[in-house]
């Protein structure tokens, strides 16, 4: 029988310095996580800035995405990660991952396969615009 290596690991626990985080340590002190070390990410279509959903990610999540191509997010109700596809088949592919300058939010930038909303439609926002009084600029 012959020994396998241990896989190397990634570049981004390669750069951890806090054992509890497994995100490189400028991006785990970058982030302003909520109480229950969440952090808001804004899911964007990538070749039409289209804003496609709104989810959670801890450290985990937003490391298992950095590194494996495909979006994960933390699911609040359930307690649980899941990656985004895995049932439906409607796979977010990542292009990018930013933090805004208060570091309490991503912008994920992805190409969405399929419908980005549980309830089947493109996005999580279709249909659910609100009547305001729009402004102008002058």
């Given at each position: 029988m012959s020994e396998q290596s241990a896989p190397s690991p990634t570049p981004a626990a390669e750069l951890s310095s806090d054992p509890a985080s497994p995100l490189p340590q400028e991006i785990a002190s970058a982030l302003k996580r909520d109480s229950s070390g969440l952090v808001a990410a804004i899911v964007q279509?990538?070749?039409?800035?289209e804003v496609l959903m709104l989810g959670w990610m801890d450290d985990e999540a937003l490391h298992r995405t950095m590194t494996s191509g495909r979006v994960t997010f933390y699911s609040r109700s359930r307690q649980e990660y899941?990656?985004?596809?895995?049932?439906?088949?409607?796979?977010?592919?990542?292009?990018?991952?930013?933090?805004?300058c208060d570091g309490d939010a991503l912008l994920i930038r992805v190409d969405q396969i399929g419908a980005a909303c549980h309830t089947g439609t493109r996005t999580c926002f279709d249909g659910r615009d609100f009547t305001v009084v729009t402004g102008h600029r002058e």
């Amino acid at each position: 029988m012959s020994e396998q290596s241990a896989p190397s690991p990634t570049p981004a626990a390669e750069l951890s310095s806090d054992p509890a985080s497994p995100l490189p340590q400028e991006i785990a002190s970058a982030l302003k996580r909520d109480s229950s070390g969440l952090v808001a990410a804004i899911v964007q279509q990538h070749d039409t800035n289209e804003v496609l959903m709104l989810g959670w990610m801890d450290d985990e999540a937003l490391h298992r995405t950095m590194t494996s191509g495909r979006v994960t997010f933390y699911s609040r109700s359930r307690q649980e990660y899941w990656r985004k596809g895995d049932t439906s088949g409607h796979v977010q592919f990542v292009k990018s991952v930013a933090l805004d300058c208060d570091g309490d939010a991503l912008l994920i930038r992805v190409d969405q396969i399929g419908a980005a909303c549980h309830t089947g439609t493109r996005t999580c926002f279709d249909g659910r615009d609100f009547t305001v009084v729009t402004g102008h600029r002058e």
